[in-house]
């Protein structure tokens, strides 16, 4: 338990004590640059009331309890580690910035530890095996397919974003299932358009990578290759953030397997990208791009 929880669970306090920890719970980003007078003052109270207030809770005086109050800041641990993560209306700068810490960091965890080697070699030789890749989403998902695709064309592949009903329909059923494979994100798993989607493509015997945040959603039992980006318990206000950090880390990782199996071709041909726009588009400053021709 850090020292930050232990203070808001103490009960046999003075009225004046109960002002000093109530001031530090809820300004705890700015304990750190201030002096026991500075906080006598914030809490109408008095330096020395400061000093007997940190003695009652265990410290020598206010700098022995300032020393670890702001160590324990420094170091991420000042806020109540537990499965749930809830955004509440009146954050602290502290608490804002250790929950959305927690979030990211939790839900990096629970993608990877959803990964078995087993699975990723069979992703890698999905991805080996077809040069195209068409990605479906709808909504938010969207921008998470674009990032992809903005990754795999570096990593040699010609990849497609379908972000609308007929034309996702339509794709699936031209595309050759020789050389294309799909990558279906949904966080739910539920969406009806992208379920029956997924079916049309099962049908014509299109390889399918579907990421998703659970094991039994319902297009997790609707076959292809399933990627889990788990969501995190209790952060109903922040699942899009937490789902879209395990979308990232999948993409990041299919990515590098991508890029690391033709690596010296994948290298050369990004050298020679580079060198073709050295000395035009990559050059250009702002005062290349709106001066006026002579």
């Known amino acids: 338990m850090s020292l930050y929880n232990d203070l808001k669970k103490i009960n046999d ?49 206010y700098p022995a ?19 749930t993560i809830r955004l509440s209306a009146q954050e602290t700068l502290l608490s804002v910035l250790e929950k959305v810490s927690r979030l990211e960091s939790q839900a990096l965890r629970d993608t990877r530890e959803a990964l078995s080697l087993p699975q990723l070699l069979r992703v890698h030789k999905l991805l080996q095996a077809h040069p195209y890749i068409d990605i ?21 592949k010609i990849v497609s974003v379908y972000g609308e009903s007929n034309e996702q329909v339509l794709n699936a059923l031209n595309a050759d299932p020789a050389t294309h494979l ?3 994100i949904s966080h739910t798993g539920e ?4 379920i029956e989607l997924s079916d049309v493509l099962g049908r014509r ?26 969501s ?17 880390f999948l993409i990041d990782l299919m990515y590098a397997l991508m890029f690391s199996f033709e690596y ?11 060198d073709l726009g050295a000395e035009t588009f990559w050059n250009l400053t702002s005062k290349d791009l709106f001066s006026r021709p002579e």
Request: with cysteine.
């Open 191 to 194: 969406s009806r358009r992208l």
């Open 65 to 83: 309890f300032k020393l670890q109050f702001s160590s324990e800041i420094a170091a991420g641990n000042a806020t109540e580690t537990s499965e």
């Open 232 to 248: 995190v318990l209790g952060i109903e206000n922040l699942w899009e953030s937490a789902f879209s950090e395990g979308v990232k």
């Open 205 to 230: 015997h299109l390889k399918r990578l579907v990421i998703t945040s659970g094991k039994e959603t319902t297009m997790a039992c609707h076959g292809g290759e399933i990627l889990y980006a788990p």
């Open 13 to 61: 306090l003075t009225e004046r004590e109960s002002d000093i920890r109530d001031y530090i719970v809820s300004h705890p980003e700015e304990i750190i640059s201030m002096s026991s007078r500075d906080l006598g003052a914030a809490t109408y109270t008095s330096a020395a009331t400061v000093t007997r207030f940190c003695k009652k809770i265990g410290f020598k005086g």
């Open 264 to 274: 010296e071709l994948r290298m050369g041909i990004n050298k020679t990208y580079e």
């Open 182 to 184: 799909a990558l279906l």
């Open 136 to 156: 479906y989403a709808y909504d938010m998902n969207v921008q998470l397919a674009l990032y992809a695709r903005s990754l795999y064309v570096h990593a040699g």
